[in-house]
């Protein structure tokens, strides 16, 4: 009975996530439309910019919101890990299209400098205000699942630069409205994509590490190897690989040399138990071996 509850509590919190998720992007939405439309209107590319951003946001959230469907179907035939990883793929499509946008939005902006066009400060001040209200908004939506997902993380974050990019994009309105100097807004729409891509940059390296089948950064392949030699019974360890198989599990598999004589049940639990109390590792392969007889797949290795 008291599984049942539990049980109950974490669909409750899930599908409270999900809507979270979901009025998110329908603000997101909204926003872009509204700045898309204001900044052609005002003929402010920082605006654009800013609006096109707040889209990738949305684009970002409608593929979490998927890819949390999608991780949490069970195990198959074809998917023996399951589908968790589809929130790292989704945080990977989001931040390549950030890249492409960001590029797009430096070009566009050097045109501008050569020829900088007329700009509508008020119509910039007034929407760039509201994006900001919005960005803070869509941010308290999503923080405490940031916490927990990696995509959702990427959502989160790219809403606080959102905010930052409206404090620049409402800057840049006031000085078009107290010294028509229309340059800030072509230099602005620079500052805000490279911004941008810094941001990218800096976050897409856990992704790229997941997809890659890295080891995780708080976990060393040496140091893991290290301490299964030290297992009593283990003579030498070889073949270690350490891997994430998604944001939460983690993975490993060694070859343990037995030593002369040595059963290799009771080598095997204890290296098993040690993984899991030491590096938290709880989804372990090991092959044993005897030392006579070499590794099973030495001319591979």
């Not at 329908?26 to 052609?40: E, P, R």
């Not at 998927?66 to 945080?91: C, H, N, T, Y």
Request: proline share 3%; aromatic share 6%.
């Amino acid at each position: 009975m008291p599984h049942d509850h539990h049980h109950h509590h974490h669909h409750l919190d899930e599908s409270a996530s999900d809507n979270r998720v979901l009025w998110a992007v329908v603000v997101n939405v909204v926003l872009t439309a509204a700045q898309v439309v204001g900044g052609a209107i005002a003929g402010s590319m920082a605006l654009i910019a800013d609006g096109v951003h707040n889209f990738s946001d949305a684009a970002a959230l409608v593929l979490a919101f998927g890819a949390r469907k999608l991780a949490r179907r069970g195990a198959d035939a074809a998917m023996s890990f399951g589908w968790s990883r589809a929130e790292v793929v989704a945080a990977f499509v989001n931040y390549i299209a950030l890249i492409l946008i960001s590029i797009w939005l430096i070009v566009e902006a050097v045109g501008r400098m050569i020829h900088p066009p007329q700009v509508d400060g008020w119509i910039v001040v007034w929407l760039a205000t509201l994006a900001l209200v919005i960005d803070l908004a869509t941010a308290a939506l999503t923080y405490a699942l940031s916490k927990h997902s990696l995509n959702i993380r990427a959502a989160f974050l790219h809403n606080l630069a959102d905010a930052g990019a409206s404090v620049a994009v409402i800057v840049g309105g006031v000085v078009i409205l107290l010294y028509d100097w229309r340059l800030v807004d072509p230099i602005l729409t620079i500052g805000i994509s490279l911004f941008i891509l810094w941001h990218v940059f800096s976050d897409l390296k856990p992704v790229l590490r997941i997809l890659m089948l890295g080891a995780p950064p708080e976990k060393d392949c040496t140091e893991v190897r290290g301490a299964l030699g030290e297992i009593a019974g283990v003579a030498s360890v070889h073949h270690v690989h350490l891997w994430q198989i998604d944001e939460r599990r983690i993975s490993v598999e060694a070859h343990l040399v037995l030593a002369e004589g040595q059963d290799y049940a009771p080598v095997i639990a204890r290296a098993k138990e040690m993984l899991a109390h030491r590096f938290d590792i709880h989804h372990a392969t090991l092959e044993p071996e005897n030392a006579a007889l070499g590794c099973a797949d030495h001319p591979a290795h």
